[in-house]
Nanobody
Framework: QVQLVESGGGLVQAGGSLRLSCAAS????????MAWFRQAPGKEREFVAA????????FYADSVKGRFTISRDNAKNTVYLQMNSLKPEDTAVYYC??????????????????????WGQGTQVTVSS
C-alpha cells in the first residue's frame, strides 16, 4: 500500500506557472510508475502526464505537451508536475496516481486510469483569464 498526498495547487492567472508535488509514503517509491490525471467540473477524469519508475520514459497528453513537465525525485519519494503557460482550460482537480511498475513500455498502460492502483485526494488548480 502507498499513500499519496498532492500539494501546490492554487489560483493563477493565464500564462502563469505552478508546480504540483505528490509525496508518496508507505512503500518503496522507486518501484512505482507515477502519473497525473485531472478532472474539470462536469467532465470525466483525463490523463495529463506519466513517468516510469526509472524516470526514463515520460508521457504527455497532447493538450499539455510542451507546457507541462513531469519529473520525479526518488530520494525524496516525490513526483512533480511543472505547469507553465497555464490556460483557463487547465482548471481542474489534479490527482496523483501510482502503481507497482511492471516494466510497461506502451503508452496505453500510462494513459489509462484503470491501470493505476493508488490515488491521492487531489489538489485544485484554477486558472483565471
Amino acid at each position: 500500500q502507498v499513500q499519496l498526498v498532492e500539494s501546490g495547487g492554487g489560483l493563477v492567472q493565464a500564462g502563469g506557472s505552478l508546480r504540483l508535488s505528490c509525496a508518496a509514503s508507505g512503500r518503496t517509491f522507486v518501484g512505482y510508475d507515477m502519473a497525473w490525471f485531472r478532472q474539470a467540473p462536469g467532465k470525466e477524469r483525463e490523463f495529463v502526464a506519466a513517468i516510469a519508475w526509472s524516470g526514463g520514459n515520460t508521457f504527455y497528453a497532447d493538450s499539455v505537451k510542451g507546457r507541462f513537465t513531469i519529473s520525479r525525485d526518488n530520494a525524496k519519494n516525490t513526483v512533480y508536475l511543472q505547469m507553465n503557460s497555464l490556460k483557463p482550460e487547465d482548471t481542474a482537480v489534479y490527482y496523483c496516481a501510482a502503481r507497482t511498475s511492471r516494466g510497461y513500455i506502451s503508452s496505453y498502460y500510462y494513459t489509462n486510469e484503470d491501470k493505476f492502483d493508488y490515488w491521492g485526494q487531489g489538489t485544485q488548480v484554477t486558472v483565471s483569464s
